[in-house]
């Protein structure tokens, strides 16, 4: 099946079980009439009680941001791709949607991570993320130097490509590539992780939640991005400051999702099978 046909499939669902569905404008050619109306997604946000990202984890990640300052919880259908955050796949999709609507749900809050701006003293911008923040050099050739203070105390002065500051629920995102650990999403704590650092000791830092890092700059050259999106130039002498985020959104799940499972599917972990073990050949 498609990822029209499976889109469709999701929304018949939502309109068998009572529920008026909305939609985007760009699914328009995909959704048809399966959509009883359309709207841009800030309005689509203000207005629904459930909002259903259709997609990946990225497209996940938009409908979270979009979802959090207003208390809206959000439903994860992974229509391809690793989806590491989301509810549903594309087997047996109709049924377990059904399921899921007639009460076989739970809902997960997970804790956002924000990013402030300070310029010449000012702040200037604000980013908030549910998997990661990232700091990383702009172009080739060159070390990016972060001088890190956590709750006012000086850490250490970084050199490396980038830094990733990550929410337990995204410890399985851009963190995990370069090394980091994989946290449990419900952990009160965040995650430091460099990208190619200069200096072999410089390890992932996991920091309490309530922890605030200050990164200075003094050499500028790099980029602020929020989950890969919202990019900021930054300048010499810009203060990049690091921490929980006030906003939390929660993501819904069927009563049976296991986190671990999921980690086991997608990362190819093995092992005996519990039923197994002890047996002897």
């Not at 309005?43 to 409908?63: E, F, H, I, K, N």
């Not at 920091?207 to 980029?223: C, F, K, Q, T, Y």
């Not at 906003?247 to 499972?261: E, I, N, R």
């Amino acid at each position: 099946m498609d990822k029209a046909a499976l889109m469709r499939t999701a929304a018949a669902v939502f309109v068998q079980a009572g529920w008026r569905t909305a939609a985007v404008p760009v699914l328009r050619p995909m959704l048809g009439k399966e959509a009883q109306s359309y709207a841009a997604p800030q309005a689509l946000a203000q207005r629904s009680s459930l909002l259903v990202s259709l997609g990946g984890d990225g497209t996940l990640l938009g409908a979270a941001r979009l979802a959090a300052p207003l208390g809206k919880p959000v439903l994860g259908i992974n229509l391809g791709g690793l989806g590491f955050v989301t509810a549903l796949g594309p087997v047996n999709l109709d049924e377990r949607l059904e399921a899921l609507l007639k009460g076989s749900c739970r809902l997960e809050e997970r804790r956002l991570v924000r990013a402030c701006l300070i310029r010449r003293g000012r702040q200037v911008a604000v980013l908030d993320a549910l998997n990661d923040l990232v700091l990383a050099r702009r172009g080739a050739g060159r070390l990016a130097v972060m001088d890190a203070s956590v709750n006012g105390r000086f850490l250490a002065s970084f050199r490396a490509d980038g830094l990733i500051f990550s929410s337990p629920t995204g410890s399985t995102a851009y963190a995990l590539s370069v090394g980091g650990p994989v946290l449990d999403p419900g952990s009160p704590v965040m995650l430091l992780t460099l990208v190619a650092p200069h200096t072999l000791g410089n390890r992932p830092l996991v920091l309490r939640e309530n922890a605030v890092l200050d990164l200075d700059l003094p050499d500028g050259g790099m980029e602020l991005a929020a989950d890969g999106k919202s990019v900021i130039q930054l300048r010499a002498g810009d203060r990049v400051r690091l921490q929980r985020s006030p906003f939390q959104v929660g993501l819904a799940y069927t009563s049976d999702h296991d986190p671990w499972a999921v980690l086991r599917d997608k990362l190819g972990w093995q092992g005996l099978v519990p039923a197994l073990r002890g047996r002897r050949a």
